[in-house]
Structure formats: structure tokens, C-alpha cells
């Protein structure tokens, strides 16, 4: 007959006496008295493998390895019984007796564990050549203390930014500090391995990632960009890598080349070769033995100018403008009378993310979630004329080139809804405006750049607008609906994202990086204007507040450049159309019988 659950327990409990692994008073629980009907309770594996995020604590407590050394390190009370638990209660694991029991001396499995943070600075100690500075990382997975140990050097397979970090923290503890690093032959996959790199080793000046596994240009971007990165960099290898080798096969090695100067601004040597820098200094006599360092330029020649309109009243530029922009966004039909009956209208789309844009993170940023939501498709299926990237014969060139005011009209209804802030965000936008032609055939030319929202995604998008207009002939239905112009010519240019900064007036950055510094606010002094007198200078505030902002301009560059004083300033350009050249002609031509009450 079967023996009772009671019998049982009572056999293992006397067996377990005899083999001294219990003590006497010791009695046996049921490991699943928790759980009625034997189930057992949910397993608990975890790893003892030691953490890379280890080597980072405080040894405010124990750690894992500790923790595990402990309880089978021999020796102690409790020498006799390494069963985890046992001494207390537990289930009886197999093999759980130790080399103690068998009167045998300790495994090496009971040796104290070695860390794997002193594994690594081991790894990082032999690896490293003070007197030429180099830390060579290459290859990690090879090396025979690694493969020991078990670890993960970063580009191998479950490997995480984690082991990369106490790399990278222990190379900066090296001295002197380190200056050129490779880290080549890793098959690293991730620019996110390289995370921290610039943060544990700012001042390296050359780096190897030959023969990696580097694809998109995102991974670039986690050392290169924005503040922080490896601003100090002089040389990057690339060759091998995925991202490289296909712009090369493209026939877009020059471009490559251009995009990883515009990120590294330091870089001087790309791939083992040379990259040309932009430098505008003056070349030194040649007569000199000793080559100068020539620092490389951050800023472009010539500062970025405020908008302008020329040869045409402000007022019909934005009567233009603010009339035409939420007819188009809300109701586009209503356009129909503002179009020449031959006039023509054509878009295109630009899917290329800018360099820029790229680098600053705006399509992947949180503070813009519906970035992701555009969608490229709505445009490019009707009708994009982008003559760079159009296939289809001559036929579709034709075809996309909308002639006439009810195509024109048909055309744009096709498109996505948009939401053009002009009146709320000006600074958003850049005007110009001037007129070509003569006589009779005169025309007015208006240059637009700025940015919509795109409904329904609120995703928002940047453009280029391009008018021809003319006046509108009394009795036109132009005319009649009280369109003082009309367009006889609308190119429309969309492509992704990027800020208004661009057209912002002062210095331009050759690379993206700290904003430049920028003019004052509306209705104040630009910043440069340091051939104002301090004295003249509240005049000359109070003076311009009234007048739009190319007026204000304008006026500011008169007193610069003749000394005239705000009052004499503006009646010196009202009497000349606004015209700068002309304006001063004739301060020229009168400069000598104005008065000194005249100049500031």
C-alpha cells in the first residue's frame, strides 16, 4: 500500500539526520504547503553574473558577487552545510553538497569571484600606449581575458551602452589622457554605444571605427552635432563602415565628405585623407619659414541682412500677403479672381531632411511629436514637380506645370490643408520683394520663405514661395474683387522642417552649434549699429518705433552711413521712395549746404 504523506517526510527527515546534512531539531517543511495540491510557487532565476553598472555604485552595500561569494565562501559555523537555505528550511537541491562534505578541497567554482570592473581596467591597462597616447580597443571580442570572463565588449551580441560606459570612464581615469583611440574591427552596429564617449573622453582628437557596422547617419550624430560632442576631433576613420562605403558607391563621396566637415568642425583628416576647411584668413608673406595655425572659421564673411522690399510700397506687398494666405488655407477656391486667366502654378516637394534640421534632432525631438505623423505621400501623388527626382517621360514635366487660374485653382484643392501664421509669428518669415521688367511690362517679384502647419497631422513644414505679380487692369475681376495685383506666375516649394533661424539678421554659423548672438527686439537699435552715438540713440529709438521693420532698418543704415540724425534720416529717404541708393545720392549732392542741427 502507498505510505502516508506523514511516513514520508518522516523517512527523509531521519535519512538527512544520518548524512549530518540537518540538524536534530530541525524538522522538514513542505515546500508547497503554500501551494495546495503540490503546485509550486512562481521560479526566481536571476543571474549572478557580475553588472558592468557595478562598477559605478557606492559601497554602501553588498553587492550581487558579494553577496554570492558569501554564502560559498568556505569556512565559518556553517562550514559543513553550503545548501542555500538548508540550515533553516528549503527543498534539498542535487548537487548542492559541497567540496567540503566529500572532504575534498574547494572547487574553483567556490573561488572568490573576480569583478568584472577589474577585468575591464585590466583589459583597458593592457591596451593602452602612454607614450603615444593611444588607447587601442580594437577587436575586443578576440581577446582571450574577455572570452574568460565572459563579458560583453560593445558591438558584441547583447551588448548594451552599459559596458561601452565603463570603458569609456575608465579610459578617462588614464594619464595622460588619451588622445587618439580606435576602436575598430568591433562590429559595433549603434551609434548609441558611442553615447558617452564624448562625455568620459571631450578632448580626443583622433578615433578609428574602421570596420564597424555603422549605417545611417543617426549614428554620426551621437558624437557629433550638438554642444558636447567631440568638438576637438582632427581625425575619423570610417572605411569599412556600411554608412561610408554605400555614399562612395553612389557617386556622393564629396557629399559625404562635406556633411561629416560640417559636423566635426575640427576635422582636418576624414578616412586617412585630407579635407579642405573653410578659413578666410589672409595668407601670411611667403617669405616666413614657420606655418602658422590658421583657425578654422565659424562664421560666413558676411552677415545674414534683414529682408527687404525695394521699388514698391510695403502696403502692397502685405495687403497682398495678409489677404492671400487665409483664402488659401481656409477656402482656396475663393482664390480664383487673385490668378492671371494664363497664369501658372507649379510645386514641388523636397523630402530631404536639411543638415542642419538633421543634426539639431527636429524630426525625432519629443517637443515635436507630430513630425512623425506627416506623411509625404499626400503630396508626391499629385503631382510634385521636383525636376530633380521626376521620371515619367516629358509628358509628366508637362502635365505638372498647371496652366491657367481654374487649373491652378483644381491643382492646389488636391493638396493637404495648411495653416500659414503670417499676421500671429512674422518673425517666422522672410520676405522680399522687388520689381523686374520695365515700363509697361513692369513687375513685382516676391521671394517668400517660412512655414505651415499641415492639418490633420499639426505637423509643421517649412517652404519657399515664389510670386510674379502685376497690377490688376481696372475692370478685371481682380480688380473688381478688390485685388490690387494679381499672380501671373506661383511656384510653390515644400520640404521638411527647419527652423526660422536661418534668415534670423547677424553672423551665420558655418556649422550648427551655441546660437549666435541677435539683434534687439522690434522697435529698437540693432545690436551693430556702433556708429550711433549713445547721445542719439533715444532719439533715434523714439524716431523709428512708428515705421515697419524694413523702414526701421533703412532708416538705422542712413544714420550709419551719413551721420545724419533720425529726423533728416527720414526725410531724406521719404523724399527718395525709400530707396537706399538714391537716398544717398542725394544726401551727396546736398551734404554741403545742410546745417549742423542736421547730423547726430
Known sequence: MFSSPTSSRTLATTTLKGAGLIDSDTRMRDATADKPGGRKGASKIRTHRTRPIDAYKEPHGPTRASMLAARTQPGGASDILTIRGASTVGRLRRNAVTAAVAGVAPSKAHA??????????????????????????????????????????????????????VLFKLASHLRPAVQTLSLANNNISSGQLLSTLAHYLPKLAN????????????DIDFISGRKGKLEHLRELILLGNPLRELEIQNGKGDKYKSDMARRFTSLIMLDQEAIATIAFDAPGPSSTSVTEKRATATTFPYEMRPPFITGVEDSVVSNFLVRFFP?????????????????????????????RARIQGLHVSKDMPNQRKLDW???????????????????????????????????????????????????????????????????????????????????????????????????????????????????????????????????????????????????????????IPASARAQLEQTISTFSETQRNLIVQICERTGLNA?????????????????????EQVKGALSRDAFM
Not at 497664369?343 to 523636397?350: E, L, M, Q, R, V
Not at 505621400?377 to 510634385?384: R, T, V
Not at 529726423?567 to 544726401?587: E, P
Open 207 to 218: 578615433l578609428s571605427l574602421q570596420n564597424n557596422n555603422l549605417k545611417v547617419w543617426r
Open 112 to 165: 572568490a569571484p573576480v569583478k568584472a570592473v577589474e577585468v575591464w581596467k585590466d583589459f583597458v591597462n593592457r591596451r593602452w600606449n602612454p607614450e603615444s597616447r593611444f588607447l587601442n580597443l580594437e577587436s575586443m571580442m578576440d581577446d582571450p581575458e574577455i572570452q574568460k570572463h565572459n563579458l560583453l565588449p560593445p558591438g558584441a551580441p547583447a551588448s548594451s551602452v552599459r559596458e561601452a560606459s
Open 377 to 531: 505621400g499626400l503630396w508626391l501623388n499629385n503631382g510634385s514637380r521636383n525636376l530633380n527626382r521626376m521620371g515619367g517621360g516629358v509628358d509628366k514635366v508637362v502635365n505638372s506645370l498647371h496652366l491657367g487660374s481654374e487649373e491652378a485653382i483644381r491643382a492646389m484643392s488636391t493638396l493637404p490643408k495648411t495653416k500659414h501664421d503670417v499676421s500671429g509669428s512674422p518673425e517666422k518669415f522672410c520676405i522680399d520683394a522687388w520689381p523686374v521688367g520695365q515700363g509697361e511690362n513692369l513687375k513685382l517679384f516676391i521671394s517668400l520663405h517660412g512655414q505651415f502647419i499641415e492639418e490633420p497631422s499639426q505637423g509643421i513644414r517649412s517652404f519657399d514661395r515664389a510670386f510674379v505679380l502685376a497690377p490688376a487692369p481696372p475692370g478685371s475681376r481682380a480688380k473688381l474683387n478688390g485685388w490690387d495685383v494679381m499672380v501671373l506666375s506661383d511656384q510653390w516649394s515644400v520640404r521638411a522642417y527647419s527652423t526660422h533661424d536661418a534668415w534670423h539678421p547677424g553672423p551665420m554659423r558655418v556649422q550648427a552649434g551655441d546660437a549666435m548672438p541677435t539683434q534687439q527686439s522690434t522697435g529698437s537699435i540693432p545690436s551693430s549699429s556702433s556708429l
Open 327 to 355: 483664402l488659401f488655407d481656409d477656402q482656396r477656391a475663393a482664390l480664383l479672381d487673385a490668378y492671371h486667366p494664363s497664369a501658372t502654378f507649379s510645386f514641388s516637394c523636397n523630402t530631404a531632411i536639411p543638415s
Open 567 to 587: 529726423k533728416y534720416a527720414v526725410d531724406c529717404l521719404q523724399n527718395n521712395a525709400w530707396v537706399f541708393d538714391r537716398a544717398i545720392a542725394n544726401f
